[in-house]
């Protein structure tokens, strides 16, 4: 039976990182980078991948890697959503990590475990569009792929074309970027021109670190959709309004306690899904469809109602709410919809059309 409970080494796992992006990642200094050239945080990066080893945990010791699992890579995640911190952690550390490790690649995977290089996919962030590269004899790979996560702060990128999975110094690559509504997770345009590429594995590899990346895409909404309840069950205790807090009114307990309701399944929804891919359970697609079916809309909510709940307060922009209720929604369409990954999971329980 799979246990969905945290560690204790979770746990603690979980205070380290929480102590770190509550000195680095404040929501004024999210905001504050939004508003910055510099759109992603290096240092922080730095901190959170090499002084923490948070970059290897999945990836086995023998390659670099602390040897954990997905199950603690889910919790890391699950304190990036609650500080939407501006880290290239699922993009590198799941999803490129993922795709090499799928791959059995033994030379950039230690790499990017120690924190030492940063790689993206180079495919649609929506992940509903194949890119359009294509390799010659030499491995030279020319092509472009739109709204790209986490290549403008990469050192590789890691190209699907033809059968396979090339590795790309992202030097030769022009990037340029795209304007997205979430400013905490920038996206770019990638074009390639003949560049050099090495092959790190077959094209097959893209599908399972995607598979990766839907179940634990759910870990950091979860985080997302916390923050918001949290924060807005904190606000209406204090906000008064005709002498009372307005969390005292009936309408505003009912829509907090749906929101409660919907987070707790959520959070056994998307624990679910790492445990599966931890174990390399065969119900994996199962487990990470249902994820981003249930979890993508539960973020939404959960930011809408904090948006809305704070009052006019919730929709200015020195308040963080907009940047939860812009990650939740960029997050509902990444790596596909809900309503494609509902689609996906009738079809892997036979249910019909």
Not at 1 to 16: A, H, I, K, N, Q
Not at 137 to 162: K, M
Not at 192 to 200: K, M
Not at 277 to 295: I, K, M, S, W, Y
């Amino acid at each position: 039976m799979t246990e969905l409970l945290y560690t204790e080494v979770e746990e603690e796992l979980r205070g380290t990182v929480r102590a770190l992006l509550a000195d680095r990642a404040t929501p004024s200094a999210v905001l504050a980078r939004t508003e910055s050239d510099e759109l992603t945080d290096g240092k922080l990066w730095r901190a959170l991948a090499v002084d923490v080893g948070c970059a290897g945990l999945a990836v086995p010791e023998h390659l670099g890697g602390a040897g954990a699992s997905w199950r603690e890579t889910a919790v890391v995640l699950e304190e990036l959503g609650r500080t939407v911190a501006p880290v290239p952690y699922f993009t590198s550390a799941v999803l490129a990590t993922a795709a090499l490790i799928a791959a059995d690649d033994e030379t950039l995977l230690p790499e990017l475990a120690s924190g030492a290089k940063t790689a993206a996919l180079a495919m649609p962030f929506s992940g509903t569009t194949a890119s359009s590269f294509a390799v010659d004899v030499d491995n030279q790979v020319s092509g472009e792929a739109t709204s790209v996560a986490g290549a403008l702060a990469a050192d590789v990128l890691l190209v699907p074309a033809g059968d396979g999975l090339f590795a790309v110094d992202a030097t030769h690559a022009q990037r340029t970027p795209t304007i997205s509504l979430d400013l905490t997770r920038p996206l770019c345009t990638v074009t390639l021109s003949g560049a050099a590429g090495r092959r790190v594995g077959p094209a097959t590899a893209v599908s399972s670190a995607l598979t990766a990346g839907a179940a634990l895409l759910a870990a950091e909404q979860l985080g997302v959709a916390e923050w918001c309840l949290q924060t807005t069950v904190d606000y209406v205790k204090s906000r008064r309004q005709f002498a009372r807090p307005i969390g005292s009114y009936q309408a505003i307990k009912h829509r907090l306690a749906d929101v409660w309701v919907a987070v707790t399944q959520a959070r056994a929804v998307s624990r679910y899904a790492a445990a599966c891919l931890a174990e390399n359970d065969a119900d994996t697609p199962v487990a990470a469809a249902l994820a981003q079916a249930f979890c993508a809309q539960v973020a939404v909510k959960a930011a809408e109602e904090c948006v809305q709940l704070h009052g006019g307060i919730g929709f200015t922009w020195e308040h963080p709410a907009h940047l939860y209720l812009k990650r939740a929604k960029t997050s509902a369409i990444a790596l596909g919809t809900p309503d494609r990954h509902r689609a996906a999971l009738a079809s892997l329980v036979n249910l019909p059309a």
